[in-house]
């Protein structure tokens, strides 16, 4: 078993502007925490913040989740059905964060 | 203790223990709607695949926008609006769904009636499209302008809808106004001083350009709420005249649930309350008072306001829809508006339902108290007795409250019998830090809809002068 995960990461909404301008990131994450947990979302969006987030955190981040307003898809899929933070990442998964805050 | 997340709770033993999170959805996460695909999306705890979403959003956006279409009386099996559609379009996300959803269900070969073949309801029930982009980045001057990106990507998007852009400074422009309304104004523009009278006067020199007066008008505002709600209704108020010059029965503006909420909570704390109802719906003639019962209304409705910005948000990403984004104003996060979204979009994470019961209570709020006229700026209704109101709930000097002096009116240079109670605090409330008294000694020129009504209402007291008895031969 390899001792990390590939996961697709993409920004929509504006979001991207914090990443460099760039839409879609193809990433290697670690399997476990380092207190031997499985990698779940919670991990994977501070793991965001310290590897790819380029300026304003606030934006993105609150209270070490993403700020409302941000949708966050797994695999096209509302992450609240996936249970959140707490879902854990698998290998060659497709995350999406979009932002809403674009107003109307 | 937080209902509805993980958090460490103490049992009946005193043993710490891990409370287990409950989940956004009611039943399980199979589609409600089909009953057979596991579902994609959560919309305020129902689970929704992705193929039903999509008929669900359409479903919600038809249902916001037909039963206004026909003016009231007429059979709403016929969507028969009486003139052309104006659309306003920001760039943001709501906006964009707005024009996506106008297309495809009005004006693409896709919506067929599978028993009938095409529908003819959908056939292009407004004759017109106008799209409308208001330019606001001259406010501020480091803002960068954006008429040419929209302009491109309305072209590239809808070549078939007109674009029209305006720009927040033709709110001064008496030139726009004489091309779009007709009217004519005064050679001099009429001018308003910031004070709690808001006098006003015909300047002597009017030499300032549409974009100086515009400057000079939010230099004056006391506060960034001001500046913000005064942006938000100037712009709203040149949509309604552009879409009246277009011959236009309607005004769509993308406003999403989530944005309505926020609207109507920030609406009230700016003392908006009495036009609630306007913030969801409105029906707009250019003068209610004296108009001769021939000009037909515009009638601004907000199609998404039964869409959140969630639904809005993954609607855009599913359809692949390009949003240019809204352009983003300097010092928002600490005005009210500001605030109060900050508020609502949390409130919306952690308790979706809520919101929409936001609007939902609002549209049952009714006034008891009777509508006087139209608010010169804002082009809102004015509720009556509205100075005894405000004599009642003000705090005042006790040199103030002589029954001498709460008699007294307005003197006659006075804007303040012409506008409503929000435009008022708009214009007047100041907050300690932001503004000097130089700067309110300073006269600021009207918005050309509010000149236009002085104008008129100079015009009327010139035809009664000679009619009217005077005070002191009584």
């Known amino acids: 078993m390899t001792a990390t995960k590939s996961v697709r990461v993409e920004f929509g909404g504006g979001l991207e502007l914090l990443f460099s301008n760039q839409k879609s990131h193809k990433v290697e994450i670690p399997n476990k925490t380092f207190d031997d947990k499985p990698t779940d979302m919670n991990y994977l969006i501070l793991w965001l913040k310290k590897n790819l987030l380029r300026e304003r955190e606030e934006l993105f981040l609150d209270n070490n989740t993403v700020r409302p307003g941000i949708l966050v898809l797994i695999n096209d899929t509302d992450w609240e059905l996936e249970g959140e933070g707490d879902y854990i990442v698998e290998n060659n998964d497709e995350i999406v964060f979009i932002s809403t805050l674009h107003g109307g | ?474």
């Open chain 2, 1 to 474: 203790m937080s209902c509805g997340t993980a958090a460490e709770i103490q049992n009946a033993q005193g043993e710490s223990v891990l409370m287990t999170k409950k989940p956004k959805y009611d039943r399980s996460n199979v589609c409600v709607k089909c009953k057979e695909n596991t579902g994609n999306i959560v919309i305020r705890h129902v689970v929704y695949c992705k193929s039903c979403f999509d008929p669900f959003v359409k479903h919600r956006f038809k249902k916001g926008l037909e039963p206004f279409i026909n003016i009231s009386g007429q059979k709403k099996a016929v969507l028969k609006p009486w003139g052309n559609l104006t659309i306003g379009f920001s760039g943001g996300l709501g906006s964009t769904v707005l024009l996506d959803l106008i297309t495809r269900c009005y004006y693409s070969s896709e919506e067929v009636d599978e028993k009938k073949g095409n529908n003819p309801r959908n056939d292009g029930i407004w004759k017109k499209v106008t799209v409308c982009y208001v330019e606001v980045s001259e406010v501020y001057s480091k803002m960068p302008g954006r008429t040419a990106e929209v302009r491109q990507f309305i072209q590239d998007s809808y070549p078939t809808f007109e674009f029209v852009p305006v720009r927040l400074s033709n709110a001064f422009d008496k030139r726009w106004w004489e091309r779009i309304s007709g009217g004519p104004l005064t050679k001099s523009d009429f001018a308003m001083r910031l004070d709690p009278d808001l006098a006003f006067k015909l300047l002597d020199d009017s030499s300032s350009t549409p974009l100086e007066s515009l400057q000079a008008y939010f230099r004056s505002l006391p506060t960034q709420t001001a500046v913000h709600s005064s942006i938000q209704t100037l712009i709203r108020v040149l949509l309604l005249h552009i879409a009246r010059s277009k011959n236009s029965s309607h005004l769509l503006l993308g406003t999403s649930l989530t944005s309505l909420a926020i609207s109507l909570i920030s609406g009230i704390s700016q003392g908006g309350g009495y036009n609630i109802r306007e913030e969801a719906q409105e029906d707009w003639t250019p003068s209610l008072t004296s108009g001769d019962g021939k000009e037909r209304a515009v009638r601004l409705v907000r199609p998404l306001r039964d869409v959140g910005v969630k639904e809005c948000g993954t609607y855009a990403w599913w359809r692949g829809l390009k949003v240019l984004g809204k352009a983003k104003w300097p010092g928002g996060r600490q005005s009210i508006g500001g605030l109060t979204k900050e508020f609502i979009l949390g409130l919306e994470k952690g308790y979706p339902s809520t919101v929409s019961t936001i609007t939902r209570t609002c549209a049952k709020l009714v006034s008891k108290d009777e509508l006087v006229g139209i608010c010169s700026i804002c082009q809102r209704p004015v509720q009556g007795g509205l100075d005894t109101w405000k004599s009642q709930i003000s705090i005042r000097s006790l040199a103030e409250v002589t029954p001498a002096r709460l008699a007294q009116d307005p003197p006659s240079n006075s804007l303040i019998s012409l506008l409503c109670y929000s435009c008022q605090g708009t214009l007047t409330s100041r907050s300690s830090k932001t503004i000097s008294t130089a700067e309110s000694e300073v006269m600021v020129t009207l918005p050309v809809w509010t000149q236009a009504k002085l104008v008129d209402r100079e015009r009327m007291k010139g035809e009664i002068q000679d009619f009217l008895i005077d005070g002191g031969n009584e």
